[in-house]
């Protein structure tokens, strides 16, 4: 009698065990569990989340004029060739040149006047314009010509656009010196540069003249660095700069006005 008590306990208990298992297969939260196998289930991606701070951006300051090749008026007056603006040799080959182009470019950097020529050297209507430049003005070389591809032996066409500023023959000076007044201008707009965003900082221009008396003039924003509150910090130091000029002066020691440009943010054309 016992020995049959206990038989059917154990059927019971069984059953009841059997019952919650199906149960809990059938619940919900069951329904998502999956087998264990040797394929790993995916896992989808993480977007993507910087560790610690983002790093400030750097900018770039530098005083100079409009382009970084240039050449004196007094130069530009005796040249009769390309060549005798000695400009830099990769840039002006020694090859054989098809066409030249002679552009006055404005203040907007655009071709203002032209004359063509089919060689190296100038002819007598590109002469005649480039005697016309004066100090802070901006050409643009357009040469067309050949080159012979040493690795290959063949003659190839390739083009040089050399942008050049013309400037007097000594330079107006900052009475601290170029490295002084770029070290002022950053560190005062520091702050301002703390809040710049990379993907957005342009190439900014302040523009201003020295005058012949060796003080500044026309300062004005000719480029933005797309940073507003920046650009106006940047144009407020370099209109108050502290310290004197020594204006420029031409071949026969007579000072002249130049123009120079501040780069500021990231440095382009």
Known sequence: MK??????????????????????WNSPVAAHVQPLCDTPAPVAPR??????????VEPVYDLSSRFMMTV???RLANARSI?????DAEIVPLVSYYSMRVSVLDGQME???NADGNSSAFNDAQLGLLRTVGYSKNILITADYQHLNSATGKLEFRQ???????VPEKAAEYEYGKAALVAYVKENARELALGLEADRLQGGRVTFTVTREGRLANVKLSSSSAHPDY??????LVSTLPGRWTPATDAQGLPVEQELVFFFGTMGC
């Open 111 to 113: 071709d203002a006047l």
């Open 47 to 56: 977007p993507w989340r910087p560790i610690g701070p983002l790093m400030p």
């Open 72 to 74: 004196t008026k007094e």
């Open 83 to 87: 060549a005798d603006l000695q400009l």
């Open 231 to 236: 650009d106006q910090r940047v144009l407020q």
């Open 3 to 24: 020995n049959s008590i206990l038989l059917l306990s154990v059927c019971i208990t069984s059953m009841g065990l059997g019952g919650l298992v199906m149960a809990k």
């Open 160 to 166: 040089c656009t050399p942008y050049v500023t013309i």
